[in-house]
């Protein structure tokens, strides 16, 4: 069946220091992935997502993902967080219209 | 730009009663969608639209009907609440078919008592 897993339910980091959030995904083929953040009360917004082509994909807020087809992964970096980057990352794709979303990472961060 | 506009923000009710969650966009996507949140479990799909008068069930449909009469609107009823639907119910819109990602509304909080 198709799913989307993120391994880490919750994550504490220094606010300067780096991120990386995992995601990996099993589908047949390579479906769209994305990554949402969605901070207390609010909605999901996207940060970004990939298609194909470069596998390193940047969006908003400094952020960057990298898809690893061999791993299955799409893992969501920062280099730097900022405590506004406190919040909840789902992980998500999409196939012919059917997006499947993780379970989400908490993210807190430390000052 | 109100972007997915969902109402009410927050609502109460008791077992055995309805009620119409409303959702509205202002993009003039065709593709609408509703979710629902509970903790530690991601985003379920209740119901999906491919445009006006077509609508189809998701991931976890019992309990819950849609209708879509015009492009803006996406209106998700609870009849018979139950304790199992309290949750976040989020409304969301996209204006492709596939990898054009969505466009959430800030979500409906529901407790079922």
């Known amino acids: 069946a198709q799913s989307v897993t993120q391994p880490d339910i919750h994550i504490t980091v220094s606010e300067g220091a780096s991120l990386e959030l995992r995601c990996n995904y099993s589908?047949?083929?390579?479906?769209?992935l994305f990554w949402y953040v969605q901070s207390p009360g609010q909605g999901l917004q996207l940060l970004l997502k990939?298609?194909?082509?470069?596998?390193l994909v940047q969006g908003i807020k400094g952020f960057e993902a990298e898809f690893k087809r061999s791993q299955s992964s799409f893992n969501l970096r920062k280099p730097s967080v900022h405590w506004s980057d406190a919040a909840e990352y789902f992980c998500?794709?999409?196939?012919?219209?059917?997006?499947?979303f993780g379970a989400g990472t908490r993210l807190t961060v430390k000052p | 730009n109100a972007g997915v506009t969902q109402t009410p923000k927050f609502r109460i009710l008791k077992i055995g009663q309805s009620m119409t969650l409303q959702c509205t966009q202002d993009?003039?996507?065709?593709?609408m969608y509703w979710y629902r949140q509970d903790p530690g479990m991601g985003l379920k799909l209740i119901y999906y639209?491919?445009?006006?008068?077509?609508?189809d069930k998701g991931e976890v449909p019992n309990g819950y009907n849609v209708s879509r009469s015009t492009t803006e609107d996406f209106p998700l009823r609870l009849e018979l609440a139950a304790p199992s639907q309290t949750s976040v119910y989020f409304c969301?819109?996209?204006?492709?078919?596939?990898?054009?990602?969505?466009?959430f509304g800030s979500g409906t909080r529901l407790t079922v008592v």
């Open positions: 990939y298609f194909s082509g470069d596998t």
């Open positions: 993009m003039n996507h065709n593709y």
């Open positions: 969301a819109s996209s204006y492709s078919r596939s990898g054009g990602g969505y466009t």
């Open positions: 589908y047949g083929a390579t479906p769209y």
């Open positions: 639209s491919v445009g006006a008068g077509i609508t």
């Open positions: 998500a794709a999409e196939d012919n219209n059917d997006m499947r």
